[in-house]
């Protein structure tokens, strides 16, 4: 080997050693058998903490899991409606939207819109009118209630269920967020992994492990996904060794790195996984589908002090 030649050699290397690695991992997703749940898995995406990339895992989970042959349906509780423009449905302010849905008893089945991504991906929109309905939501009847009892109607009426329900809620424990534990068997929560990454986290468990005792015993924190990982930096290491400490159970083995990707696809009107089906991070969130629906629900059993 020439003296160039020894030289060239490391710096080409890992390049196509993550050509390899990207190679092998579409491979896998392409022969994957997707497990089914035998019932609906309603998951509330949460996290009190702002930009953790709560609505980002919501529209790339669920577009994921179609993708693979689930049925999935996103309800966007966020005023501001960016899992309703990921995922390219029309959520202007005259668009029946979930709004219509909480306050003014709408059926749920009256404002689902079919997103363009591939396979059965639906949506429930956001518009601006959610904005108001904290305050609306103060005086009525069963405030907390209004969108589980929507959600079951809209199941119950269906010949074939969906298999995944995602909610996206807005970064704050109002009575929106209630609305969506209240609604919901299971959190999803994704925590960045950087600095502050465990901030606000304590509190946030605390507020559902309220939810579960007073207005929802099923409720449980299955799942845990880390989340803008940068492998080059000790901290997101650290952070990502920190969490799986914590969380053992919940923490899913794959890790959702930072990419350019990801944060582009929205703009479009889309996933990651349509926008760019092959890229690290639309593989990433395929894989961490693949793993959630291979761990299943979890098993509820009573807790002490539950109701």
């Known amino acids: 080997m020439t003296e160039d030649a020894a030289a060239s050699t490391p710096s080409h290397a890992p390049l196509a050693e993550e050509v390899a690695t990207l190679t092998r991992r579409r491979q896998a997703i392409a022969e994957l058998k997707l497990p089914l749940p035998e019932k609906t898995r309603v998951l509330t995406i949460s996290n009190q903490k702002g930009g953790v990339g709560k609505t980002t895992t919501a529209v790339n989970l669920a577009a994921a899991l179609a993708r693979l042959g689930a049925k999935v349906l996103v309800i966007d509780l966020d005023p501001q ?22 306050i003014e008893d709408l059926p749920l089945s009256a404002v689902v819109q079919k997103s363009p991504e591939e396979g059965e991906l639906y949506c429930v929109p956001a518009n601006i009118h959610l904005a108001g309905a ?16 929507a959600l079951d109607l809209h199941i119950a009426e269906m010949d074939e269920p969906y298999d995944y329900v995602f909610i996206d809620c807005p970064p704050s424990l109002g009575l929106l967020t209630i609305n ?7 959190v999803l929560i994704p925590i960045q992994c950087e600095y502050y990454a465990l901030e606000g986290l304590s509190q946030l468990l605390k507020n559902i492990e309220m939810i579960e005792k007073h207005l929802n015993p099923v409720l449980r924190v299955s799942t845990i996904l880390l989340t803008m990982y940068d492998s080059r930096t000790n901290l997101a290491n650290q952070v990502a060794q920190d969490v799986r400490d914590h969380f053992p159970q919940q923490v899913l083995g794959t890790i959702i790195p930072r990419s350019v990707r990801v944060s582009e696809a929205p703009s479009y009107g889309q996933s990651v996984i349509s926008y760019d089906t092959n890229s690290t991070g639309s593989l990433s969130y395929q894989e961490a589908a693949a793993e959630m629906a291979r761990r299943g629900a979890p098993v509820v059993t009573p807790r002490t002090g539950s109701r």
């Open 134 to 149: 904290e305050i609306e939501l103060v005086s009525l009847v069963a405030r907390e209630q209004r969108l589980r009892r």
């Open 180 to 186: 969506a534990f209240v609604a919901a068997s299971e």
């Open 81 to 102: 409606g960016n899992a309703s423009t990921a995922l390219g449905v029309e959520h202007r302010a005259d668009v029946p939207s979930i709004y219509n849905v909480i």
